[in-house]
């Protein structure tokens, strides 16, 4: 299936079979996620990654009650960091020039420029900011879903602060931003999927600035 065609074929899918995906194919879509670009590279957000049924039964009544939160095989909930700290900061470079076998000199001057651009931010900048790269890893997973013909639901239809309880992110500096949801549809059931896709056309949604 061509990248055009997993765009047409992939819906957000309402209602789910329960059917377990192949462990090669989830740890694809994580890996898509893993690889997703982010504001200087610095990954600020986990992802949990949950199966586990009496958790997502927990979950459910904070999800506005969605039935895919327990019918569906995998679902993601990726939590922000509530903050950009120089300790995060700093660890994630001196990881990076680990990897990349650099001194720590090669990245101080892009590393004291960006702690002090961010020094200037308030903690809700930081996480307005870390929330908005969570989105763009969530869309390099659907696209992964889609290119594998998984069904996947982007979900923002929560109790952000409940979910944050439930899964103890405060402690851990984070805070819940969207879920992926991830699974077969019920072909039966899903309503959704029968309709057509409707997209603004090319025309009304590009603006040209030549």
Known sequence: MSLQE?????SATKSYNGKT???DKIEQ???AIRLAPSSSGLQPFKVFVITNKE?????????CQQQQIVQASHILVFAAW???TPERVDSFFEFSNKERNLPSAATDDYRLNLLDMLSRKTKSDHFLNSSQQTYIALGFGLLAAADLKIDATPIEGFDNDAVDELLNLP????KSSVMMVLGYKDEDTD???KLKKVRRSNEELFIELN
Request: net charge negative.
């Open 82 to 84: 509530d903050e950009y």
């Open 6 to 10: 997993a765009l047409h074929w992939r």
């Open 55 to 63: 958790l997502r039964e927990k979950l459910q009544p904070i999800s």
């Open 29 to 31: 879509v994580l890996n």
């Open 191 to 193: 309503w959704w999927g």
């Open 171 to 174: 402690e851990q500096g984070l």
């Open 21 to 23: 995906i192949e462990k």
